[in-house]
């Protein structure tokens, strides 16, 4: 059984690669290069999230 939130993940970051790669084809201007900027902070959030269940340790003083 595979991981539903794993396989997202995965397609959104393709995604967000196509597009980068779509804006790179072409001459870098001021838009261009602020979209790419907005790309790569997306492409932060997504990596940094955790996919399936989180345990966190509890201890007790």
């Given at each position: 059984?595979?991981?539903v939130s794993k396989i997202k993940r995965d397609e959104l970051l393709g995604k967000i690669k196509k597009i980068?790669?779509?804006l790179l084809l072409g001459e870098?201007?001021?838009n261009k290069e602020e979209?790419?900027?907005y790309?790569?902070?997306i492409k932060l959030e997504v990596d940094g999230k955790?996919?399936?269940l989180i345990f966190k340790e509890?201890?007790?003083p």
């Open positions: 059984m595979s991981n980068k790669d779509f870098l201007d001021e979209l790419i900027n790309l790569n902070d955790k996919y399936g509890l201890r007790k």
